[in-house]
């Protein structure tokens, strides 16, 4: 048997709390230091003393939390420090800009905690790097074999069929402000499509934060009171409140990895589903796992039981970090 | 078949069908050779294969997948198609699907324990959306709110032609309609279907305004009669009876075919059934005994005789092979009454004869729905449609004679009504009174102080009021002083101003013997 990992990093109701580092990771309450993955709400609450994070993370919680002022301390990818006796080290997680993995060190023994990730290329974030581990913490919410998402390249090239098919139409795309709005936005450039696409302003700010950062997402132009858009690319905050009533005709699209489902596309009355997600899918949360040889796996965020079947189905000692008090997203 | 299954993807989630029909077109505008036709085959609902039970197409993937992965995925998904279809292991190499026509030709071919089989091999060459695109061939599903004549409107407007033409080239011709396109694309002549469908007039509701704005000198006016619409066809001694929808129903109607000998032509009429064996002319017969003769997949003898059925023509598309279609209405009725005359199960619609609006205003107090037809018009399905307008709701102007209160679980009060007979008030019914409450309230105020007599909770009342009252039917009541009764009579206005001697008599109400609507 292991020597138990829950005496020095274990969930709590507050998060996965880590004792002798005297830190939580992506806790859900203020707390009084915290390291945070990545800038996604349900990870990055405000309210604690002090943030360990990324640059980019900071950047975004200071964008996200304007009235919130924690002691900042920023980590670039790779930066190591130590904290009663256990070193911490970030290591780029793919999912969104700045986003980490937590690769933590204590008496000999390596756990990385993953926070969310990805594995397909997005030139909006740094790629993930798969760390070598003997405890793995992986995040879950595409945890079943069904969720093998098509490749994103092809599903933009649905969209722009779409735009060819019915040029009087306006496509408004469903994207997340932080991270799927740019991804929509670098994959379209990449598709060829260079036309400029036009931005919801709850997605203004965000988009702007990333060009800071250097990432090149071609032109976009504010919605204003731009007319019906006919035969345009809006991007907008996903949601039913998110009226579409001024556009042509209006496309209803949704890019998101739940789209691979059909009743749940259904479900949201979406026109064209795009299965595009900035969470690892079963394919690359499999290879993940292996890529870390990490022969104990923890699952959390997401439905754990079909992925700890898989990774006990090789040998592997995997169980659900319980509890987590965090919802999948 | 990767084209295709991105078509069947967009179909499944498009919003109307304008915007299907343009999913359909640009498909066809792109897609080429076999798999076009047999594209339209699948969306048309034309492609017979066995169907591989969704159970089956879990069962396959369970061959290859852990058990309890395919329990945990089946149970989020939902649908075993799409399970069976996501789940399916994958190789990694290179998608190399079979043509949608290779596919739709070997499944047709197939048998229920083969088609598994079939599928295994080409889910392995497939990418998800391919192998749900086959999945749903396999288990005969089709695109939500595809019809077959969305599809030719589909064609029509990749090919830019004409949706009547194609209509009426449709019908004969069988997957992959190779003449079709062949004739779509110019390379050859218009396909001709022997014994073939022609596309019907389309018939239109009026409504009281635009009724008001017709030029009726210009129009002919026939019963719409109940039953069902359907269109005769014998050619070249083919003899076939279709269903308003170009459906061969000739296989329900055995007495109906056999009457045919001789009627060289195309015919338009409705099929119902008749009240008994003598005719012409026939007496339509109940309408739940003419749907036994529907829905079957043999026709016993006695049920021909049961509910015999006979066809009311009131127009001819093609006399012998000459196309009566270009002529005008006038000249079509001639020639269709010569070709009927003395035949048995078929006979005429007759024509109403009416001279202006006042005419056809009591022909639809009587309870008819009128089809108005202009005099002039050829019969062109693409052009302006038959109009068709409905009976003139009924009422009468009756008298109040008693008011009961509304019991349990009764809607309100009830109120006996009458008419005059010989200058004394004979009852008629029991109607409700759904006028506005302030309207009620003032009505049952007048009830307390008109009140002549007490039967239990029942007030007979003078018959000093008059209402206006809506009914459905006038149906005998031997029983009654009246001889007759209203079907779903309802007080519809109070006319307060009014006399009792301004209620109807009597005489104003027949009941409606042939039982027709
Ligand atoms: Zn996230």
Known sequence: MTDALEDWLRPTPAGLWCEPGGFHIDPQRAVPRALVTHGHADHARPGHGAVLATPETLAIMALR????????????????????????????????????????????????????????????????????????????????????????????????????????????????????????????????????????????????????????LGETRPLGDAGNLAGEIVLQPPGPEQRTDRFAEPVRVFASGWMQIRAHARRRGVELPLAISDHADWTALTATIADTGAPEIRVTHGPPDALIRWAQGRGLDARPLQPTGQQGG | MKAFAALLDALAFASSPAVRVRLMAAYLERAGGPDRGWAVAVLGGRLDTVRVRPAALLALAAERVDGELLRLSSDFVGDPVETAALIWPESGAAPSPPPLAEAALALAGSSRSAAPGLLAGWFDRSDASVRLALAQLAAGRRPPGVTPRLVRTAIAAAFSADLGAIEEAWHGQTPPYGPLFAWLEGRAPRPEAPAGFRPLMPVRALDETALAGLDLSRYRAEQQWPGRRVQVVLESGRRRLYSGSGDDISFLFPDVIAAMEGLDGVFDGVLTAAAGPDGPPFRPGPPEAFERRFGRKTVPRRLLAEVPVFVRLFDILFDGGEDMRVLPLSQRRERLEARIAGRSRFDLSPRLAFEGPEALDALRRQGVSLVLKPVDGSYRPGGPPWLVVGAAPRTVRALLLAARPGGLGEAGPSYSIGVLRDGAPAAIGDAPCRLAAGERERLDRWVRKHTTGRYGPVRAVEPALVLEVAFDDVRPAPRRKAGLALERPEITRILWDLPPDAADDLERLTVNRTGQA
């Open chain 1, 65 to 216: 939390y304007p009235r919130d002022r924690p002691a900042r301390q920023p980590m670039r990818y790779g930066e190591t420090m130590q904290a009663g006796g256990v070193s911490v080290r970030l290591a780029p997680a793919g999912h969104v800009l700045g986003s980490a993995q937590a690769v933590l060190e204590y008496r000999g023994r390596r756990v990385v905690v993953s926070g969310d990730y990805k594995r397909a290329p997005d030139p909006t974030c740094t790629a993930f790097e798969p760390v070598r581990a003997d405890v793995f913490i992986t995040e879950a919410t595409f945890g079943l074999p069904v969720f093998r998402l098509p490749d994103d390249m092809a599903e933009i090239a649905r969209l722009l069929r779409s735009v060819g098919t019915f040029p009087d139409r306006c496509h408004v795309v469903g994207a997340y402000s932080l991270g799927k709005c740019q991804r929509m936005l670098s994959l379209l450039r990449r598709a060829g499509y260079d036309r400029p696409v036009w931005l919801h302003p709850a997605l203004d700010e965000m988009t702007a934060l990333y060009r800071d950062f250097g990432v090149e």
